[in-house]
């Protein structure tokens, strides 16, 4: 049984992988040809179809000051910085 169940996690990583490195174009093709075969996936496949409102780097226009986005495009992350202060007890 454990054997079952590390094989399909396994099994499922290496899908999952396979599924984010390759092309956009490549997952443009899989998704449709997906959607035709089992047309209750065409929802879960539309939005890896791509495009710059998931992140500019998805585009291929990613630029180092977002200019090849469009307007209404987010950076992929946006971290805030916090200043970290240490704080000393006294003994």
Request: with cysteine; glycine share 8%; hydrophobic share 40%.
């Amino acid at each position: 049984m454990q054997t079952l169940i590390a094989s399909l996690i396994l099994a499922f990583a290496t899908v999952y992988l396979a599924w984010r490195w390759m092309p956009k174009a490549g997952q443009q093709q899989l998704g449709n040809w997906a959607s035709r075969k089992i047309p209750a996936l065409s929802p879960y496949l539309a939005k890896s179809a791509g495009g710059c409102s998931s992140g500019c780097s998805s585009c291929g226009n990613s630029k180092a000051d977002n200019t090849g986005c469009s307007a209404g495009a987010t950076p992929k992350t946006v971290h805030q910085v916090h200043p970290i202060v240490l704080v000393r007890r006294q003994q």
